[in-house]
C-alpha cells in the first residue's frame, strides 16, 4: 500500500470512527525522562502490563527504548510474548506474575525473565535452568507487608536455610510491592520499608527494587537500585491531593450523533435517570460504557467544549452518552464536531474522581473502537490499532 493510499485509508477510518483517541507519546518520554531524574543513580524500568496501560505497548515500549530504557515488566507471560519483538534484544522484558505451571520453556525461548513469587516458581526456574544445563536470570519477590504476591516471611527463611534453594537462579533484583504509595503519610510505607530493608540486611547480596510510580515521589530512600514505574508514565498523579507534576498523554474525544432540544419534564436516557428542568439542549455522543466510559459516571460526568465544561446527563449506554448543550453554540455541538472527554482540562485523574474509582482503571478500561492516533513517536504514522 501506497503512503498516499495508506493515508487516505486513515482518514477514511477516522470519519467512520465514533471517537478518537490521541496519546502523545512525546508526553510519555517526558513522563520517563523526569521520571528517571528523581531516581539517579538507580535505574528507571517502564511498567507496560495491560498493553501500557491500555495506550499501545509496542508504541510506548519502542520510544522508551530510545530514551534509553532497558527494563520493562509485564504481567503476564503472552503479555511479555507480544512485546519482545517490538524492543532490542538489549531490553529485559520481566514478567510479573511468574511462569505459569509447565512454561519455563517459554521464558527462555522468547528470551524473558520472570518475577519469581513462591517457592513453587522458584523450584520450577531451578529445575529449567538444571535441565538447560545454564544459569538464568531471575527477579524474587518478597512480601513485606502487601499479602499478595511475593515469598512470605517463613519462606524467605526456608531460602536462607537452604543452600541449594537459588541453584542455577542469577539474581537480577530482590523487590517487593508498596500498597500505599499513592499517601505520602500513610504508615504502610514506611512499615514496608522497615521490613524490606531488614530482608536486604540477610541478603546484602542482591541489588533491590521498591518502589513503584508513588514510590518514587516519597522520597530517595524507597529508590534503591531500580525503580518501577507505570501509572506515572501514562499521566495518572503519582500523590494524592497533590500537584501533578507530569504530562497528560491522553485526549478522548468523542462525536456528536445528534442534538434535540427538549422541555421542562422530559426525560433523558435509560430508566429516566435525569428530567429536564427547563428547556435545553441534548447532544448525544458516540462514546458509552462498550468504550470503557464507565457507567458509573451517568448523570455526573462532564464534557469540555471549546474550553467550556458541559454536563453529561442521564445514564451512560452502551454506546453513547448524553451532554446538556445548552450554552453551546449549535454548529460547535453539530452532527460529527468532536467534544472532549479526557483533555488537559479534564484530565484522567478528574475522569476517575467523578466515576469513584482511580485513573489506571480509567486508561485500562478504554476500549479497542476509538481510533487511535499516536502523535511524537517517529516512523509511525498516525492510526488505528
Known sequence: MSKVTEASSKVAAQARSGAILTIDIDAVRANYRLLRECVQPAACSAVVKSDAYGLGAAQVAAALHEEGCRHFFVAHLEEGISLRPHVAPDAAIFVLHGPPVGTEGEFTRHGLIPVLNSEPQVAGWRAHAAALDREL???????????????????IDGWLADAHFLDGIKVRYIMSHLACADERYHPANAQQLARFLEIRARLPQYPAS????????????????????????????????????????????????????????????????????????????????????????????????????????????????????????????????????????????????????????????????????????????????
Open 137 to 155: 536470570d531471575a527477579i524474587v519477590q518478597v512480601d513485606t507487608g502487601m499479602s499478595r504476591m511475593g515469598m512470605s516471611p517463613q519462606e
Open 210 to 385: 521498591l518502589a513503584n510510580s508513588s514510590g518514587v515521589f516519597l522520597s530517595p530512600d524507597y529508590h534503591f537500585d531500580l525503580v518501577r514505574p507505570g501509572a506515572a508514565l501514562y499521566g495518572i498523579t503519582p500523590q494524592a491531593g497533590e500537584p501533578n507534576p507530569l504530562r497528560s498523554v491522553v485526549r478522548l474525544q468523542g462525536k456528536v450523533i445528534q442534538t434535540r432540544s427538549i422541555n421542562a419534564g422530559d426525560h433523558v436516557g435509560y430508566s429516566c435517570r435525569y428530567t429536564a428542568t427547563g428547556p435545553c439542549v441534548v447532544a448525544t455522543v458516540s462514546v458509552g460504557y462498550a468504550d470503557g466510559w464507565l457507567r458509573s459516571m451517568s448523570n455526573q460526568g462532564v464534557a469540555v467544549i471549546d474550553g467550556v465544561r458541559v454536563p453529561q446527563v442521564g445514564a451512560i449506554s452502551m454506546d453513547s452518552i448524553t451532554l446538556d448543550v445548552s450554552n453551546i453554540d449549535a454548529g460547535r455541538v453539530a452532527p460529527g464536531q468532536l467534544v472532549d472527554l479526557i483533555c488537559p482540562e479534564h484530565p484522567v485523574d478528574a475522569v476517575a474522581a467523578m466515576a469513584h474509582t482511580i485513573g489506571y482503571e480509567v486508561l485500562t478500561n478504554l476500549g479497542g473502537r476509538y481510533f487511535r492516533v499516536y502523535t511524537g513517536l517517529a516512523g509511525l504514522a498516525s492510526g488505528a490499532t
